[in-house]
């Protein structure tokens, strides 16, 4: 059987290799040897997409690598509109509410005639950058790449390439982050039953704006024939949201308690750590699961 990794953003400047390796050293956290032995006869592959997606970040963007608040709100009307609409679902979970919006409305400098919501993404950018800085970090990252491979057709095109030809084959999925946006839209296109088990870690398909840019139809697809979602309520890209009837769609089993520290909610080493994700992985190689590390 076939496991691909599909990675998130912020991948640059790294390979296939370190990706896979990073990723099983953080299933073995807490899978027992004799159980990652089974895992590991796999053929395990890792579509690398980093550089594209960081070098169109950088170029195809106004944002940029490295947005600032500034920066976002003097962004053209298509950019500057993708990042409003997601941040009116995104900053909310990372804990800003009108009421902070409204205070750096208040402390802004006056803005030219442009954009009729400069003012608006201007002050929830700051706002994320001054009272959750941690969060307002990975959405200031995320949101660029997003809105380039989202929203940028050859940019969608060269990824699609890349991730496709590896979801040839039968395969489990295993995927973070953007990652799960890339596969979901693949799945669409894939033969019933063709992956037995699809887990998405930190997935940002509740986020209406990506939503939006990918088009229906969502909830779990007759290619899939299990999808297990999990999420850390604290991961800001996750919306604090699962993917339920609600949000996305039907047909997935959600996890929604899971719990990556306050360092970096949106880890993937965090979420690979949680031992359902490797038992889910055993379960759909159909082993008989030896023992388990405790978390």
């Keep these: ?93 990372a804990g800003i509410g009108d009421a902070d919006v409204r205070a750096q409305e208040a402390r802004s400098e006056p803005l030219e005639q442009g954009f009729p919501h400069d003012r608006r993404l201007l002050s929830v950018v700051r706002a994320l950058e001054r009272l959750s800085p941690l969060h307002g970090r990975l959405i200031l990252r995320f949101l660029p790449q997003a809105f380039v491979y989202l929203r940028r057709a050859h940019v969608t095109q060269a990824i699609d390439a890349e991730v496709g030809p590896y979801l040839a084959e039968k395969c489990i999925v295993i995927a973070h982050s953007l990652g799960s946006v890339v596969t979901f839209k693949q799945s669409r296109q894939l ?51 699962i993917l339920d009837a609600f949000t996305f769609g039907e047909g997935i089993d959600n996890y929604g308690d899971v719990r990556n520290g306050s360092d970096d909610p949106h880890s993937v080493a965090e979420y690979l750590s949680d031992r359902r994700v490797g038992l889910a992985i055993l379960a759909a190689l159909g082993a008989p699961i030896q023992s388990s590390r405790s978390q």
């Excluded at 229906?216 to 890209?237: E, L, T």
């Design 1 to 93: 059987m076939r496991i691909v990794f599909v990675h998130g953003i912020n991948n640059q400047g790294r390979s296939s290799r370190q990706i896979v390796d990073e990723w099983l050293r953080a299933l073995s956290r807490t899978i027992s040897p004799s159980d990652m032995i089974r895992i590991k006869e796999c053929d395990i592959v890792a579509p690398y997409y980093g550089d594209i997606l960081h070098e169109a970040t950088v170029s195809k963007s106004h944002a940029g690598e490295q947005p600032l608040a500034m920066g976002l709100a003097e962004a053209p009307r298509e950019e500057a509109q993708f990042y409003l609409d997601a941040l009116r679902d995104m900053a909310p979970a």
């Design 191 to 241: 033969d019933e039953a063709h992956v037995p088990l699809f887990v998405t870690l930190g997935s940002p398909l509740a986020v209406k704006a990506v939503q939006n840019a990918i088009g229906p139809a969502f909830g779990r697809q007759d290619s899939v024939s299990k999808w297990s979602n999990f999420a850390d309520r604290n991961d800001a890209v996750t919306i604090g949201r």
